[in-house]
């Protein structure tokens, strides 16, 4: 399954279906201790060659409204069940993870500045000399990967300030990069004690001392903005997570593992798109909306993925769920479409609808330069789960995606909503209508 920049473009799992993941696998077979025997000359574009290239030097590293937000808001998200019942509120991943959204609003709200245009202030470059190209090739080279590998978000990146601009492909390529190690072609080789130098790394550079040009990107891109490392740090745990872990006993294990994988991403980004000076809603509603569109893009990936993942001996649906709607592992691998089936899907598509519905609130209160990509990629998104109807809920021989067509066409109707929209005060619907 494959950045949710969720806020950026796609959620961390969806980048295993992407090219790059040929040449990253080079940095996971060398975080892992293996000899890399493929050659750098043999890639077969320019950037394909500075990506392996990049993965061989890092491979030498040492190591309280009516509207759904803040606490109540997700205790209501995630204690719906599918089947239309109720359980108890509030469950302790959610409870985790929400300490983390208080943790970045409050960092936000101590940490930045804000401008008379109600922009976040960016720290003003302190350029030593020989720094400043080094600074300069890096970021284009996180554009190139970025323009490379998610156009249409690409695209929307480009009407935003350079400074964020750049920052959001450097955060971009991070996440990418991250989760080559655990869904890249050398993935078999990773071990615990891998993602324990990268982890070490991520210190590293947020101390100022990266290892690498890519590294140095988002070195250069943290001193600037008030981004926290929390959410880097759970992101690896997402990776860990899946080293160790291939079946999620209820939603409260999956919700988990959705934030740690894509709706870390959400909570990376929010700085560095800015909040609208005209938006009336708080900090820690604005990133819990950008955690909703990481669980509502990485539920979707799931969804999408469940005959690939399935093949690979991984179901990320939780099993109480299945068994409430008569199903089991054994009927996952079958992958034959039933009734049972369809009921479950339709379950499972409504929740991550309300999901998509939270995040929309979000997208409406950022600043109006950074509305087009999320918009578009939210759109785009929500449109898979549309295919997936139309394939008559069989994800298990059909992979439901977004023609070329329906994505350029999706670029006009989001950039409108960016420009058009203001920000939100209308009340979401109660969940008990929708369920």
Known sequence: MPVALVWVAVSAKDLSSCDLRNHAGHLASRLAGRNINRKISLARKPIE?????????????????????????????????????????????ERKVYEVVLKQAAMVNREAKVGDNGLLDVKPDLVLPGTLQVLEDAYERCGEVCAEYAKTFYLGTLLMTPERRRAIWAIYVWCRRTDELVDGPNASHITPMALDRWEQRLEDLFNGRPYDMLDAALSDTVSKFPVDIQPFRDMIEGMRMDLRKSHYKNFDELYLYCYYVAGTVGLMSVPIMGISQDSHATTEDVYSAALALGIANQLTNILRDVGEDARRGRIYLPQDELARSGLSDEDIFSGKV????????????????????????????????????????????????DAIEANDYDNFTKRAYVGKVKKFLTLPVAYQRALVYSPSTSKLPQIEQIF
Do not use: H
């Not at 030498?60 to 719906?80: A, D, H, I, W, Y």
């Not at 479950?344 to 598509?349: P, V």
């Open 49 to 93: 060659r500075f990506c392996a290239k990049a993965a061989l030097e890092v491979s030498s590293s040492k190591p309280t409204s009516e509207k759904v937000s803040g606490l109540n808001g997700f205790q209501e998200l995630c204690s719906v069940r599918t089947d239309g019942g109720s359980e108890k509120p509030m469950l302790s991943s």
């Open 338 to 385: 039933t009734d049972k089936w369809r009921s479950f899907m339709k379950g499972q598509i409504r929740r991550a609808r309300k999901f998509f519905d939270e995040a929309e609130k979000g997208v409406t209160e950022l600043d109006k330069a950074s509305r087009w990509p999320v918009w578009a990629s939210l759109i785009l998104y929500r449109q898979i789960l």
